[in-house]
C-alpha cells in the first residue's frame, strides 16, 4: 500500500496513536466491532486468525462501534475487558468511531470508497462488516457482517502466499 490510507490517523483504546503505516507491508483486516452484537462471537473467529497467520503478517485491527443498536456502549477499558474476559483477544483495538454519517472515521469512509458494499452502496450496514487489504497493491475486499472469520481463511491465505 502507497497511498494515503496508510496516514489516517487511529487511536487505540489505551490512547495510543497509531496510522495503518505502522502495519506496512502487513495485510490487514479491519473489522467494525461491537460486545452486544448478535455476531459478537465472530470476536473468536478474528482471534483465531491473528494468532494463526499474524507471523505470516495478517494483523487484525477491531475498532468498536456504537452507531448500530448502540451494542458497544462501554467506554475503552470496559470494552478491552469484555474483549480480552470473554474471547480473549489480544489483536490491537481502537477506539469507539463511527462508520456512517458526517462522522464516520476517514478510515471507513475510505474502505467504503474502495470496496462498496451491495450495489455500490457507501454504507456499512451493521457490525463486523471486515474489509481484507492487500498489502502489495492496496485493494480491499468487504465481507459481511454474517461471513464468518473462518469463512475468509482462504482470501487470507492467498494475500499472504504471495
Not at 15 to 26: I, N, R, S, V, Y
Not at 146 to 157: D, G, L, Q, R, Y
Amino acid at each position: 500500500m502507497q497511498d494515503a490510507l496508510l496516514d489516517l490517523p487511529c487511536v487505540t483504546l489505551s490512547g495510543e496513536q497509531k496510522t495503518l503505516g505502522d502495519f506496512a507491508g502487513k495485510a490487514l483486516l479491519v473489522v467494525n466491532t461491537a460486545s452486544q452484537c448478535g455476531f459478537t462471537p465472530q470476536y473468536k473467529g478474528l482471534e483465531q486468525l491473528w494468532q494463526q497467520y499474524r507471523e505470516q503478517g495478517l494483523v487484525v485491527l477491531g475498532f468498536p462501534c456504537n452507531q448500530f443498536g448502540k451494542q458497544e456502549p462501554g467506554d475503552a477499558k470496559e470494552i478491552a475487558q469484555f474483549c480480552e474476559l470473554n474471547f480473549g483477544v489480544s489483536f490491537p483495538l481502537f477506539r469507539k468511531v463511527e462508520v456512517n454519517g458526517p462522522g464516520a472515521h476517514p478510515l471507513f469512509v475510505e474502505l467504503k470508497q474502495r470496496a462498496p458494499g451491495l450495489f455500490g452502496t457507501q454504507k456499512i450496514k451493521w457490525n463486523f462488516t471486515k474489509f481484507l487489504i492487500d498489502p502489495a497493491s492496496g485493494k480491499v475486499t468487504r465481507y459481511a457482517p454474517t461471513t464468518k472469520p473462518e469463512a475468509i481463511k482462504a482470501s487470507v491465505e492467498a494475500l499472504l502466499s504471495r
